[in-house]
């Protein structure tokens, strides 16, 4: 992977990350680098997901990768807090 596709998982990580917190009711007990960390597994296999479903590639804005990238930060986020919370 080169320098740019680092960089770029990193940015979308961040804002897959972020939108997923944000899809999470209630206040999350995860600190800044997990919700990053999270984004950017989340928009990893958000989009190996979308290649799955053969909508990955579409004109113009792939909308429903989005989706299931956002989503699995949602998930990723709330199973996270959920583990924290535990302790």
């Given at each position: 992977?080169?320098?740019?596709?680092?960089?770029?998982?990193?940015?979308?990580g961040i804002i897959i990350g972020v939108?997923?917190?944000?899809?999470?009711?209630?206040?999350?007990?995860?600190?800044?680098?997990?919700?990053?960390?999270?984004?950017?597994?989340?928009?990893?296999?958000?989009?190996?997901?979308?290649?799955?479903?053969?909508?990955?590639?579409?004109?113009?804005?792939?909308?429903?990768?989005?989706?299931?990238?956002?989503?699995?930060?949602?998930?990723?986020?709330?199973a996270l807090d959920r583990a924290k919370?535990?302790?």
């Open positions: 992977m080169e320098i740019s596709g680092i960089i770029s998982a990193i940015v979308i939108l997923g917190r944000l899809v999470v009711p209630g206040r999350q007990r995860i600190g800044v680098l997990w919700t990053i960390l999270v984004g950017i597994v989340a928009a990893l296999l958000g989009s190996a997901l979308a290649a799955g479903f053969d909508v990955a590639d579409t004109d113009g804005v792939d909308w429903i990768e989005w989706l299931f990238q956002i989503g699995l930060a949602a998930l990723g986020v709330a919370a535990r302790r």
